[in-house]
């Protein structure tokens, strides 16, 4: 077998990787390359769509918006998450924080950029965004039924990455979506292309270079087989970066306590879509809060040793 990131047929390790989200527990076999390091699946099955269980899958749920004082205290708060300025924003986000927008303060952006968020579902981070003063956010999902139109003007587009023309894009981010692309390399080279001189692309996803492959192996939460086809490395995301033509300037670990209580689950032989998971009836799950909350203390320690099981990767296209 050959890595589709850096070309190598050499002491590659071979794995069977059970189907577990879903609880069909069939087998796909993955591949570790012995070079760069990535984990990737060996062949996709053809049936891929009946494996994403439609609206389950992704968060299409109704989004909710807030009115009044607490949305102003919200905008605050996540205005200063996204971008690290505003003294009350940043005590808010103290209080309550928003796990998901902090990511973006690396990436330099500012309610006047132009973000492109790529395979975002049903848009919620980009509609945050919004909300908060971002008004030049868009958004693309292949995988959409249609598209989406919100009242804050907000539209999600049912297109792929290939079919974007539009250049000039201060920010291009894959959250969690980079992981179930077959064409790494023809997708981070369009990235480029659309990327502004000096522009940024976060890809945020699962890495194998992490605790929590070494520990549970096939029984990962996160190697998701068949769903995700590719399990990246440090190194593997290095080679991407120089193979584009892409500076990788940071890698952020971000991971939370679902590395161990999904992979617990896995070795117990529950699924996460099972009566017993944690994700669907915590009481029944074979995890007390104390437990859950010593995960969680557990997670962040790991994030800080660059052994958390999913990271954010910062790729800079080179000034004009």
Excluded at 14 to 23: D, F, S
Excluded at 51 to 65: A, E, F, H, R
Aim: net charge negative; proline share 3%; hydrophobic share 35%.
């Amino acid at each position: 077998m050959q890595c589709r990131i850096c070309s190598n047929k050499e002491n590659n390790t071979t794995y069977e990787a059970r189907e577990m989200m879903l609880g069909l527990r069939d087998l796909h076999t993955y591949f570790k390359c012995g070079s760069c390091g990535c984990l990737q699946i060996a062949n996709v099955p053809e049936n891929i769509q009946e494996y994403y269980p439609s609206d389950d899958y992704y968060s299409y749920d109704q989004i909710k918006t807030e009115t009044g004082f607490k949305k102003k205290l919200i905008t605050l708060r996540d205005r200063y998450a996204a971008t690290g300025e505003g003294f009350i924003g940043k005590v808010l986000q103290m209080r309550m924080p928003h796990d998901k927008l902090p990511q973006l303060q690396k990436t330099g952006v500012t309610t006047d950029s132009k973000i492109l968020d790529v395979g975002c579902g049903a848009g919620h981070l980009l509609h945050t965004l919004r909300e908060c003063g971002f008004n030049h956010t868009h958004g693309i999902d292949p995988f959409n039924t249609k598209n989406i139109q919100y009242s804050n003007g907000l539209t999600i587009k049912q297109q792929s990455i290939h079919d974007v023309t539009e250049t000039g894009w201060d920010l291009i981010m894959l959250n969690h979506s980079f992981e179930h692309v077959l064409d790494q390399h023809e997708t981070l080279t369009q990235i480029k292309k659309l990327l502004k001189p000096g522009g940024v692309c976060m890809i945020r996803v699962p890495t194998v270079s992490s605790w929590a492959w070494d520990h549970y192996g096939v029984n990962w939460v996160q190697l998701d087989a068949p769903r995700h086809f590719f399990l990246h490395s440090q190194e593997s995301m290095q080679v991407l970066a120089d193979k584009i033509g892409l500076e990788l300037r940071a890698t952020v670990y971000d991971s939370f306590a679902f590395q161990y209580w999904g992979s617990e689950q896995y070795l117990k032989d529950i699924p996460l879509q099972d009566e017993r998971s944690y994700a669907v009836n915590p009481d029944k799950a074979p995890f007390d809060d104390t437990q859950i909350q010593n995960y969680a203390i557990r997670s962040k320690a790991l994030n800080a040793e660059q052994q958390g099981d999913q990271a954010a990767f910062y790729f800079h296209k080179a000034e004009a």
